[in-house]
């Protein structure tokens, strides 16, 4: 019996150095490395909205005119849209045209109660012609158009349906007829420049300002007198992520670089002195 526990004994200590010498010659051909951190870089979202003081369009107490006298005399509207933040954004400038818009027939006095005009119900956007410039030194004559047309020939790039941002934007008693879309565009966002509290600070966001003309086209008739139009402008702004490149990190030259110029891990064998040792000691 002991003879037997003796022999036993030996095979299992002969097993366990086996194993050992087994995960050593293992541990000798294989390495190991983390890869470099997966940074999410999180933007900022801003978009300001500035209209000129003194600028708003009120088409009251006044007639039709023609093209020429109403872009060399008439106000325009300007207003500047600025990003303020560093994600792109993408706007559209929308003219939002309030009831009443759809005007009943009726007669309109000429000077006495004998002496009337009669008119068939009409809609008062085909009464108004408009015209948006970015740059209010280049205006051009031609590029101007009556907003009832500009608004039906293309109903599905001109007419914002999705009307819900607007109209949580209007004033109490206000009601929306119309949301038209005049022009649209992206301005791209700008770098971090410092920090003002706890927020981060960006400059050299894009920015555009626009000039807004309205009036009552002169082919327009008497049934325009005593009438009003009204409408505002909203910028409708969407974000769009554009993402930055990030640099990779390049390892210094006393650092180990965990992969070979070939783009395949490095593997860490033995020197010839270590191997000569494990010869000469018996192991793998």
Same mark, same amino acid.
């Given at each position: 019996?002991?003879?037997?526990?003796?022999?036993?004994?030996?095979?299992?200590?002969? *097993?366990?150095?086996?194993?050992?010498?087994?995960?050593?010659?293992?541990? /000798?051909?294989?390495?190991?490395?983390?890869?470099?951190?997966?940074?999410?870089?999180?933007?900022?979202?801003?978009?300001?909205?500035?209209?000129?003081?003194?600028?708003?369009?009120?088409?009251?107490? %006044?007639?039709?005119?023609?093209?020429?006298?109403?872009?060399? %005399?008439?106000?325009?509207?300007?207003?500047?849209?600025?990003?303020?933040?560093?994600?792109?954004?993408?706007?559209?400038?929308?003219?939002?045209? /309030?009831?009443?818009?759809?005007? @009943?027939?009726?007669?309109? @006095?000429?000077?006495?109660?004998?002496?009337?005009?009669?008119? +068939?119900?009409?809609?008062?956007?085909?009464?108004?012609?408009?015209?948006?410039?970015?740059?209010?030194? +280049?205006?051009?004559?031609?590029?101007?158009? #009556?907003?009832?047309?500009?608004?039906?020939?293309?109903?599905?790039?001109?007419?914002?349906?999705?009307?819900?941002?607007?109209?949580?934007?209007?004033?109490?008693? +206000?009601?929306?007829?119309? @949301?038209? #879309? /005049?022009?649209?565009?992206?301005?791209?966002?700008?770098?971090?420049?410092?920090?003002?509290?706890?927020?981060?600070?960006?400059?050299?966001?894009?920015?555009?300002?626009?000039?807004?003309? /309205?009036?009552?086209?002169?082919?327009?008739?008497?049934?325009?007198?005593?009438?009003?139009?009204?409408?505002?402008?909203?910028?409708?702004?969407? *974000?769009?992520?554009?993402?930055?490149?990030?640099?990779?990190?390049?390892?210094?030259?006393?650092?180990?670089?965990?992969?070979?110029?070939?783009?395949?891990?490095?593997?860490?064998?033995?020197?010839?002195?270590?191997?000569? @040792?494990?010869?000469?000691?018996?192991?793998?």
């Amino acid at each position: 019996m002991r003879l037997k526990y003796k022999i036993g004994l030996v095979a299992v200590v002969v *097993a366990l150095a086996i194993c050992l010498m087994t995960f050593q010659s293992y541990a /000798l051909w294989v390495t190991t490395w983390n890869g470099q951190e997966n940074i999410v870089n999180v933007g900022c979202f801003k978009v300001e909205f500035h209209e000129t003081e003194g600028s708003t369009i009120q088409l009251k107490n %006044t007639y039709p005119i023609s093209t020429h006298k109403a872009l060399t %005399t008439a106000k325009p509207y300007q207003f500047t849209i600025t990003n303020k933040c560093s994600v792109a954004s993408d706007y559209q400038v929308t003219l939002n045209t /309030l009831q009443p818009s759809q005007i @009943s027939a009726g007669d309109v @006095s000429l000077g006495d109660e004998n002496n009337k005009q009669h008119y +068939e119900a009409y809609d008062l956007k085909n009464k108004i012609r408009f015209a948006l410039f970015k740059d209010a030194d +280049e205006k051009d004559e031609n590029d101007t158009k #009556i907003l009832g047309t500009y608004a039906t020939e293309n109903e599905n790039e001109h007419i914002n349906k999705d009307t819900s941002q607007i109209t949580s934007k209007l004033k109490d008693g +206000e009601q929306l007829d119309q @949301s038209i #879309i /005049l022009a649209s565009g992206t301005l791209n966002g700008g770098k971090p420049n410092g920090i003002d509290g706890e927020n981060i600070t960006y400059e050299g966001g894009e920015s555009v300002t626009y000039y807004l003309y /309205l009036w009552f086209d002169e082919q327009a008739g008497n049934e325009v007198m005593d009438k009003q139009f009204k409408a505002s402008i909203i910028v409708l702004n969407t *974000a769009r992520y554009v993402p930055q490149p990030i640099e990779p990190t390049v390892p210094s030259e006393e650092e180990d670089s965990p992969l070979s110029p070939e783009g395949t891990p490095e593997v860490e064998g033995p020197t010839p002195e270590e191997q000569d @040792s494990q010869n000469e000691t018996g192991n793998p």
